[in-house]
């Protein structure tokens, strides 16, 4: 332990040494990016946002909760559906996720599954912590309601934005997640590019994203 601890300092001390700076040296503030947002997105960063999620290839929607069964049965049927999962979080208890689900004969698979379980899930569903409208990014952090697995092993994710989800700035959603151990960053589908540089989608993750506005918190 000690040997790894005097590499580390030697590597800091070699930075340090490139930079001019010592262990003392002064950090300077940030300066603020942007100024501090009032809750809600404006209509502009909504037509921002899915302008930019359409540019990732994932497909946006704003809807309402009362849109919210007919949408999800549409979804099931393009995407085959037969099996999901979604995060249990008390939003989307109270937009009735589970019930509309197995409505539709979807089969649900318990949170806390084996991985290999859960990857036979054909969707997965959870809510966006954070949503940076400049360049359709979402930000969720990671809880025991709130499994990364949801978002990473089933075919299709389903993600749904509240009103409190948006965020300025990364700045600003760091401050946020700060006290989290884990934080997933999320801008489209998931995309992998080998060493002659072709595109192939949903290899280290899903192969295609929704992103829902469901402004329920009015």
Not at 17 to 28: G, H, I
Not at 69 to 85: F, G, I, M, N, T
Not at 92 to 114: H, N, P, Q, Y
Request: glycine share 6%; with cysteine; charged share 25%.
């Amino acid at each position: 332990m000690e040997s790894v601890t005097n590499a580390r300092n030697q590597i800091l001390a070699d930075i340090r040494q490139t930079l001019k700076r010592t262990a003392t040296s002064p950090v300077a503030p940030r300066p603020p990016i942007l100024a501090p947002r009032i809750p809600g997105p404006t209509e502009p960063e909504i037509e921002k946002f899915l302008k930019e999620i359409a540019t990732l290839g994932a497909c946006g929607a704003q809807i309402t909760p009362a849109q919210l069964s007919d949408a999800l049965a549409e979804l099931v049927k393009k995407e085959s559906v037969r099996r999901a999962v979604l995060w249990n979080t008390e939003r989307l208890r109270r937009l009735g996720f589970v019930e509309k689900l197995r409505a539709l004969g979807v089969d649900l698979i318990a949170t806390d599954a084996d991985k290999h379980i859960m990857a036979q899930a054909d969707l997965g569903i959870t809510e966006a912590d954070f949503a940076l409208p400049e360049t359709g990014t979402l930000g969720l952090l990671s809880l025991p309601t709130q499994p990364r697995s949801v978002s990473l092993l089933p075919r299709v994710h389903l993600a749904i934005i509240h009103r409190s989800a948006w965020r300025a700035d990364l700045h600003q959603v760091f401050d946020e997640a700060k006290a989290h151990r884990y934080l997933i960053f999320i801008t489209g589908p998931s995309r992998t590019s080998d060493i002659e540089l072709i595109v192939t989608i949903g290899v280290h993750g899903p192969q295609v994203l929704y992103v829902w506005i469901i402004d329920d918190e009015a």
